[in-house]
């Protein structure tokens, strides 16, 4: 059995569900094959194709490894007498 997926990742698969089925229902493509990244973008939702284009960036860049930003630990300075 597989790893259970988070939230994020179940809800970008049912959205491309969704899209899919649109497709389905219409009997057409609701974007044009050509159009890559703007096709990739509306699968989860109307992302925007900068985004695609960055995500791919990273990936290639890091061979499709994706990494979150770590969070900035900041030092608060005890300025009291």
């Known amino acids: ?9 179940r809800e970008v698969i049912f959205n491309v ?3 899919c089925l649109a ?17 990739v973008a509306d699968m989860p939702g109307k992302k925007s194709e900068s985004c695609v284009r960055s ?18 630990n900041v030092k608060i300075l005890d300025h009291t007498p």
Do not use: W
Not at 1 to 9: D, R
Not at 27 to 36: F, N, S, Y
Not at 55 to 72: L, V, Y
């Open 1 to 9: 059995m597989g790893k259970t997926l988070k939230g994020g990742a």
């Open 17 to 19: 569900f969704k899209r």
């Open 23 to 39: 497709e389905y229902h219409a009997g057409k493509l609701l974007t044009e094959l050509d159009d890559l990244y703007i096709r």
């Open 55 to 72: 995500i791919i960036n990273e990936s290639n860049k890091n061979d499709g490894k994706f990494t979150t930003p770590a969070k900035q």
